[in-house]
């Protein structure tokens, strides 16, 4: 990390989320939890986590920050509702090290399907990966619709995919009777 473009902090590229989990020696969601107040994080690792915070002058995204708490609360929800975000688009691996590294992106028209099963609140944030070295914002073009009839044909034969549905639709079939029962 001798190379001031690498490096997180006041002189080199802006610090993230990853960086202070790394210096802190805990989760990024632990970091999560320490950024937005939450209860369950031990005084101790809550300490260190504004250590490495402040030693690396981090803040988080206001813009990301907006759009998804804007997301959530459009849902009656809030920031303690979200769990662990995906990103789609954008690629990290994991080095020997432990370190993260920014993979890049997937490029112009990519695509993702989703098949859900199940009644879900579905929050788009489009804004950059913390770990991009080149963060821009592009813009995104969201389609959704119901199939019910995909939803009937399993879509794939294979015996742990199976076992997977039918696990999901007997507990929401039986939440859902229970709702009625009530």
């Given at each position: 990390?001798?190379?001031?473009?690498?490096?997180?902090?006041?002189?080199?590229?802006?610090?993230?989320?990853?960086?202070?989990?790394?210096?802190?020696?805990?989760s990024h969601q632990t970091v999560?939890?320490?950024?937005?107040?939450?209860?369950?994080?031990?005084?101790?690792?809550?300490?260190?986590?504004?250590?490495?915070?402040?030693?690396?002058?981090?803040?988080?995204?206001?813009?990301?920050?907006?759009?998804?708490?804007?997301?959530?609360?459009?849902?009656?929800?809030?920031?303690?509702?979200?769990?662990?975000?995906?990103?789609?688009?954008?690629?990290?691996?994991?080095?020997?090290?432990?370190?993260?590294?920014?993979?890049?992106?997937?490029?112009?028209?990519?695509?993702?399907?989703?098949?859900?099963?199940?009644?879900?609140?579905?929050?788009?944030?489009?804004?950059?990966?913390?770990?991009?070295?080149?963060?821009?914002?592009?813009?995104?073009?969201?389609?959704?619709?119901?199939?019910?009839?995909?939803?009937?044909?399993?879509?794939?034969?294979?015996?742990?995919?199976?076992?997977?549905?039918?696990n999901t639709e007997s507990t929401?079939?039986?939440?859902?009777?229970?709702?009625?029962?009530?």
């Amino acid at each position: 990390m001798s190379d001031p473009e690498e490096t997180p902090g006041r002189r080199g590229r802006a610090a993230n989320i990853f960086d202070v989990a790394r210096l802190a020696g805990v989760s990024h969601q632990t970091v999560s939890r320490v950024i937005n107040d939450m209860p369950n994080v031990r005084p101790a690792t809550r300490a260190r986590v504004e250590r490495a915070i402040a030693q690396l002058h981090y803040s988080p995204s206001p813009a990301a920050r907006a759009q998804m708490l804007l997301g959530v609360h459009k849902h009656g929800m809030d920031i303690r509702d979200v769990a662990p975000s995906v990103s789609l688009f954008k690629g990290v691996r994991v080095g020997d090290d432990g370190g993260l590294a920014f993979t890049g992106g997937a490029g112009a028209g990519a695509t993702v399907d989703l098949l859900l099963h199940l009644p879900l609140v579905v929050v788009v944030v489009n804004a950059p990966h913390p770990l991009d070295p080149d963060p821009a914002v592009t813009d995104l073009d969201l389609v959704a619709w119901q199939a019910p009839a995909e939803l009937t044909t399993p879509v794939s034969t294979d015996p742990e995919y199976l076992r997977a549905l039918f696990n999901t639709e007997s507990t929401w079939a039986a939440a859902r009777d229970s709702e009625v029962v009530k």
